[in-house]
């Protein structure tokens, strides 16, 4: 961090050492809270602190500056940033309530706080007065206190070969139809991942483009396709409600940020078997958990008929992890690939995962990759450590094994 964030500018942000390298005597998170070297408590930023709006685009420029994923502004601590993976406080005064209610009313409109105090959370999007830095803003109640999370959002779309993806998954935007999923735990990059192959489709095919998220994280602009981006709540209602809409408004392709309920999941496999491309996003650990996720969504009574939809419509299972490298610097995507065969088809009909498994093993003809095996090329090219692997990996011994570390693993 450089100094232009010192105290003298901004009373409410103290002399910078740089937030990578805790400093002496700096923050530091122990039983009793966040404390400040010495003393047993930190100095209060006050209640008025966001009333100067300074002070939160210059938080927004360190995050900027930083390279960090978020930023939280949680009362009883001073802001804190997420740096690879990490949480690293910025050498602020604590803030109280006051102070993170009037970031979040500094960023909201009238309408959106009352949304806020109604819900008790919130998603929405917010671009720093420049124009240069967006982020998407999450904000929501504990103890009774405000809590908002900035997670910075890349100003453009990656290339695909950028990702760190499967080679396979390259090939993905150029399905006519069915449903592709992708998934992972949050802040894996799915999101980032889906608008990517969004700007495949728009930058090669001539497509009615129609996505429905919460919030809008990735703005984009026609280029051959026309793309229709509509944001939950301030364009439409809900997920379902966009997607029994979208069906009539003449799409090719049709985005969900999220497949959250059973109404959402019912219609993108409608949408998906009536002949559209339609993508989405799920919270499942890995490619052969998430048929079974999607399936425990509906009633018992519902879920052979709909195992038998899923194999008729899934064309491929996108799923992603961020590990840190071996160097602690980055983070690296570790992705697995499924793509649904006529052969995996028949499994999913039959409700065998370990069959499913194994087509994944083998399927790298297929373009297919497991996360054993993604993480198996990373430890040997370097990029992970071996114990990385080992610890992430689905069976640890055959990961242990091809890495040479099996007697490690015995020990």
């Known amino acids: 961090m450089s100094g232009a964030y010192a105290a003298d500018q901004n009373p409410y942000l103290r002399q910078p050492s740089g937030v990578n390298q805790a400093p002496p005597g700096g923050w530091t998170q122990g039983g009793e809270g966040w404390q400040d070297g010495g003393h047993a408590e930190a100095p209060a930023a006050g209640p008025n602190a966001f009333t100067n709006t300074n002070l939160m685009n210059q938080l927004l420029e360190i995050a900027e500056a930083e390279n960090a994923s978020d930023l939280h502004l949680v009362a009883g601590a001073p802001p804190v940033l997420r740096i690879n993976g990490r949480l ?13 209610e009037a970031a979040l009313r500094g960023i909201l409109s009238d309408r959106e706080m009352e949304r806020f105090y109604q819900h008790r959370a919130l998603d929405c999007t917010h671009t720093t007065p420049d124009g240069k830095g967006r982020f998407r803003v999450s904000a929501y109640v504990q103890r009774g206190a405000v809590s908002v999370v900035y997670r910075r959002i890349p100003s453009d779309v990656k290339p695909i070969h950028s990702l760190g993806l499967p080679p396979g998954a390259t090939k993905l935007y150029a399905m006519n139809d069915g449903l592709i999923l992708c998934v992972g735990p949050t802040g894996c990059g799915k999101s980032t991942t889906l608008a990517t192959i969004i700007d495949q489709i728009n930058s090669e095919f001539n497509d009615n483009i129609i996505t429905v998220e919460d919030p809008i994280e990735f703005v984009h602009r026609h280029k051959r396709s026309l793309v229709n981006q509509r944001e939950l709540y301030s364009d439409v209602n809900s997920f379902a409600e966009a997607l029994h809409f979208a069906l009539r408004e003449d799409p090719d392709v049709i985005m969900v940020g999220e497949m959250r309920d059973i109404e959402t999941m019912r219609t993108a496999i409608t949408a998906a078997e009536t002949g559209h491309l339609v993508l989405s996003t799920l919270h499942a650990i890995d490619s052969i958990s998430t048929i079974d996720r999607i399936c425990a969504m509906f009633p018992a009574e519902e879920q052979d008929y709909v195992r038998l939809q899923i194999s008729m ?16 610097e980055k983070r690296v995507m570790c992705a697995e690939l499924l793509i649904v065969t006529p052969a995996v088809a028949n499994m999913i009909r039959q409700a065998q995962p370990a069959l499913i498994y194994q087509a994944l093993e083998t399927g790298a003809q297929h373009g297919m990759m497991s996360f054993d095996k993604c993480l198996i090329g990373l430890a040997k090219k370097g990029v992970l450590d071996p114990d990385t692997a080992i610890r992430n990996a689905r069976h640890t011994k055959a990961v242990a094994e091809a890495l040479g570390r099996a007697a490690v693993l015995k020990a």
């Open 88 to 100: 690293v406080p910025v050498e602020a005064k604590v803030l109280t309530p006051e102070d993170t």
């Open 313 to 328: 419509v899934l064309r491929a299972v996108i799923a992603q992890r961020l590990l840190p490298t071996k160097n602690e």
